[in-house]
């Protein structure tokens, strides 16, 4: 089920929440049992048959996560069981995301003939499998011994609807003692309007800005091969900007999903372009999973207690395991190899001591962003390629014909003027409206508070309420036009 869709807003939504509230009201146990039917219902409305792999996922670690909090603390059979819970993850999510991916690489480097099986993938797999990955870690740690709770209430932390699909990744001790507090099943007005407000935000970033970038996109990365250098900047910024507003809007609405019933949830999302070098645009962008790859795999590789050389050997590592983990293909391999080397010069950087104007780190950390999300979008490595070298001007620069006036004493450098219908894929409207459009959205994202700062600032407003309700409209009109989320993918 979608949040953009009529079916959960007008069906699924209102349900839930009158059924919630109603049953606080007599017992808040009551509450919890529906709001986990309901989380299961929203996850096995898309393939049934994948509810029983949740559910079976979420039995096999709420076993192993007993077990292990009832054994002596990092004793031999508490980590025994850490290991078996752990690999049976990665067994599960090997086989439906990375079978078939690895049997074809094997048959291209050997020659073999090995016939991969039909897998689909599971919605959300790597999601809540990383949550109980966590879990499983942190009872190890002994941190969930105080943590007394039942399978119901494990089940509603794994699966609870506003997160379950494309996260924010969520660690046991961010949800469940929010579900023991009894004030948070009271229904609360402002945090129900707070709610609706950055529903209704993140909602109108999915479409009214990123499902519009969407065909601009695919024109440019379906023909890789043959974009100009206009094209092939306007469709890497333009899938820069889509990610971004796909992806943060899904968080923004999981987030207003959440306090509508007194649920807070992690902010996934903090103006990430704004950032003036890489690792501070790892310390905005996907924050939760940023933070799981520092916690449970770049701090136990040994982080940077063990020299820069290490540490930026770990820093790789770990990347290239964060790119896998984004999609079963080369290219994501590759984005997280080059995020992992942008990270590693970074760190050299300031050993050196080097301040840049804040301007200029802006500009580099984010060229290099737009550089690194063209490996990621792109079908294939050759595709990246093909489009990189016409963004760096190596298939020469072509502009329209009517610039000749303007910038045709640059003609002895190589820049080639071309009549307009030559520039087989540029959006409607052509160079200047496109491009008008893409400053616009890049001023949004640069200048603009975030989503989360405008909440932070709301006031019942007669104008705001309007803005809103405006935004709403737009959405709601174009609710006919549903599109997937970008990270349902992954």
Avoid at 431 to 438: A, R
Wanted: hydrophobic share 50%.
């Amino acid at each position: 089920m979608l949040f953009n869709s009529y079916v959960f807003i007008f069906g699924f939504l209102p349900v839930t929440l009158l059924v919630y509230f109603g049953l606080t009201r007599w017992r808040y146990q009551a509450a919890i049992v529906w709001m986990a039917i309901a989380s299961l219902f929203f996850y096995g409305y898309w393939n049934p048959a994948y509810l029983l792999l949740l559910l079976g996922s979420i039995g096999l670690n709420y076993g192993f996560g007993k077990a292990i909090a009832a054994s002596p603390l990092r004793g031999d059979w508490a980590k025994l069981l850490l290991i078996v819970g752990i690999s049976s993850n990665l067994a599960l999510i090997g086989y439906y995301k990375y079978a078939e991916f690895f049997l074809s690489s094997l048959n291209s480097v050997f020659n073999w003939t090995w016939q991969s099986p039909e897998i689909i993938l599971p919605l959300a797999i790597s999601f809540y499998t990383f949550t109980q990955i966590a879990y499983l870690v942190d009872a190890y740690r002994g941190e969930t011994k105080d943590s007394n709770y039942d399978l119901i209430t494990y089940s509603l932390f794994v699966s609870f609807y506003p997160q379950l699909i494309a996260g924010p990744i969520l660690r046991h001790d961010e949800l469940i003692p929010q579900l023991r507090a009894v004030k948070n099943f009271i229904f609360s007005e402002r945090n129900f309007a707070l709610g609706l407000t950055l529903f209704i935000l993140g909602l109108s970033k999915k479409m009214l800005i990123a499902d519009n970038l969407s065909p601009w996109v695919a024109q440019v990365f379906n023909h890789a091969e043959s974009v100009t250098f206009l094209e092939a900047w306007i469709g890497a910024l333009s899938y820069t900007f889509q990610l971004y507003f796909d992806f943060s809007g899904y968080s923004d609405m999981a987030v207003g999903l959440g306090w509508m019933v007194n649920i807070n949830l992690p902010i996934n999302f903090n103006s990430p372009y704004k950032a003036s070098s890489i690792v501070e645009f790892w310390r905005r962008w996907h924050i939760t999973l940023s933070a799981f790859l520092r916690d449970y795999l770049y701090i136990p590789l040994g982080g940077s207690r063990k020299g820069e050389t290490r540490r930026v050997s770990n820093l790789m590592l770990t990347m290239l395991l964060g790119g896998l983990w984004h999609g079963a293909g080369w290219t994501y391999v590759i984005w997280g190899g080059l995020h992992g080397l942008f990270l590693g010069i970074n760190h050299l950087w300031r050993k050196l001591g080097i301040s840049l104007p804040k301007c200029v780190g802006v500009t580099a950390t984010f060229l290099a962003v737009v550089a690194s999300w063209v490996l990621f979008r792109a079908a294939t490595f050759q595709d990246a390629l093909e489009l990189l070298q016409a963004m760096a001007g190596m298939k020469s620069v072509i502009l329209p014909t009517h610039y000749q006036g303007v910038f045709g004493w640059l003609s002895p450098l190589g820049l080639q003027f071309q009549p307009g219908d030559a520039f087989a894929y540029l959006p409607r409207g052509g160079v200047e409206l496109t491009g008008l459009t893409l400053l616009g959205v890049l001023f949004i994202v640069m200048r603009l508070p975030n989503t989360q700062e405008m909440v932070e600032d709301f006031k019942t407003t007669w104008i705001w309420s309007l803005w809103i309700a405006l935004l709403a409209a737009g959405c709601f009109i174009s609710l006919n036009q549903v599109s997937e989320f970008l990270y349902f993918q992954f």
